[in-house]
């Protein structure tokens, strides 16, 4: 089975900008469409970005669209989160996965066993 790592999660003030990254055991991550999804307290995971396995192109919930970017780097199989102008609302822990649709708005996570994600806290 595939471990996903997330990394990069941390406490930030509102405003402020952290770029959050994923890799895996094996090589995967350049093989398929990718996706961050976030699971905040007392709420289901949702996606709130997906690219394509060639990095050229990328879907974003409404949620973030404008303040993050998602990235890949197929040569060292991972893909980023950057964030900026983070929220109070974005506070949740972070995960990445592959997807079977970076462009469905509700794409099917490929593996079933999901890394510990990155925690991040946004507060004053």
């Known amino acids: 089975q595939v471990q996903l790592v997330e990394s990069g999660g941390d406490l930030v003030h509102p405003g402020g900008s952290l770029r959050l990254s994923c890799a895996a055991s094996?090589?995967?991550?350049?093989?398929?469409?990718m996706g961050w999804y976030r699971q905040a307290p007392g709420k289901q995971r949702e996606l709130v970005a997906s690219?394509?396995?060639?990095?050229?192109?990328?879907n974003y919930a409404d949620s973030v669209k404008g303040r993050f970017t998602i990235s890949r780097d197929n040569a060292k199989d991972t893909v980023d989160l950057q964030m900026n102008s983070l929220k109070p609302e974005d506070t949740a822990v972070y995960y990445c996965?592959?997807?079977?649709?970076?462009?469905?708005?509700?794409?099917?996570?490929?593996?079933?066993?999901w890394g510990r994600g990155t925690r991040v806290t946004v507060s004053s």
């Open positions: 996965n592959a997807v079977n649709n970076y462009a469905h708005p509700s794409p099917r996570p490929l593996y079933s066993e």
């Open positions: 094996r090589t995967i991550i350049s093989i398929y469409d």
């Open positions: 690219i394509n396995r060639l990095g050229t192109d990328t």
